[in-house]
């Protein structure tokens, strides 16, 4: 289903259309660590560039480094190689967002997880009505 998922689909990545599109009307700025591309071309509404972004994968925006981020918004002009800084020790890898995915994260009163929550402590009393 390779082929047709990349026809009628947009949501597993871009589709054919959108990939010829871009390539044909766009020019190629850069490719971040996770592969995905991006793209300058055309002109917005402001008269400025458009610029967006072919994901390496399923459409999700949490995907876009920080540093990507901020050329798609227009903090700076350049690609952002330039601007970046060497990683310091104490940075974490990129983690995808897994809302919504089986590896989500579920407490353990989740329906999920069987809906049983943990008993109460005693250190909690509820709020009632002109109790004080």
Do not use: C
Not at 70 to 87: D, K, M, V
Not at 104 to 123: C, F, H, L, M, N
């Amino acid at each position: 289903m390779g082929i047709l998922a990349n026809i009628f689909t947009w949501w597993n990545g871009a589709t054919i259309g959108t990939a010829l599109w871009s390539k044909r009307n766009g020019s190629r700025v850069g490719e971040d660590h996770q592969g995905n591309v991006y793209f300058e071309g055309g002109k917005g509404i402001d008269g400025q560039p458009r610029r967006w972004v072919m994901y390496n994968g399923s459409n999700d925006a949490s995907r876009v480094p920080a540093e990507w981020h901020g050329w798609l918004h227009r903090t700076f002009e350049e690609a952002p190689e330039s601007y970046l800084p060497p990683p310091r020790i104490w940075e974490k890898e990129f983690t995808p967002n897994l809302t919504g995915t089986p590896r989500a994260y579920r407490p353990s009163g989740a329906i999920e997880k069987g809906g049983v929550r943990q008993s109460a402590t005693g250190d909690y009393e509820a709020w009632t009505p002109g109790a004080g």
